[in-house]
């Protein structure tokens, strides 16, 4: 069974920068994806950033070009670099994965969930 659990959150001010880090647990195989979602009370959780087996990564619009997923296969560790963040930025982020190909998909279509981590951007 695969287990996440993300690190890193915290409250800094609009412009300021946050990494989030998701440790992998367990053992995966084949073709897998892995991403960051984020959610706020009272509306869906949305897609953030995914990355393939392959290093294939995509992006929200609304992060693209501030935001950069990458992995360490060694580490077994998935991070989440949050450059010029701003307060709509402020969410609960989670880190998931899945079997698969083709990453920035639901969050219905992940199966393994962190716990999520709180990031706070004060304006």
């Known amino acids: 069974q695969v287990q996440l659990v993300e690190s890193g959150g915290g409250s800094v001010q609009a412009g300021g920068s946050l990494r989030l880090s998701c440790a992998l647990y367990?053992?995966?195989?084949?073709?897998?994806?892995m991403g960051w979602f984020r959610q706020v009370p009272g509306k869906e959780r949305e897609g953030v950033a995914a990355?393939?087996?392959?290093?294939?990564?995509n992006y929200a619009d609304s992060v693209k070009g501030r935001f950069t997923i990458s992995k360490d296969n060694a580490k077994n560790t998935l991070y989440l670099q949050m450059n010029s963040l701003k307060p709509e930025d402020t969410a609960m982020y989670y880190c998931?994965?899945?079997?698969?190909?083709?990453?920035?998909?639901?969050?219905?279509?992940?199966?393994?969930w962190g716990q999520g981590t709180q990031v706070t951007v004060s304006s």
């Open positions: 998931a994965a899945r079997y698969g190909y083709d990453c920035y998909s639901g969050s219905w279509t992940y199966n393994y």
């Open positions: 367990g053992y995966v195989y084949g073709s897998y994806c």
């Open positions: 990355i393939d087996s392959d290093g294939t990564t």
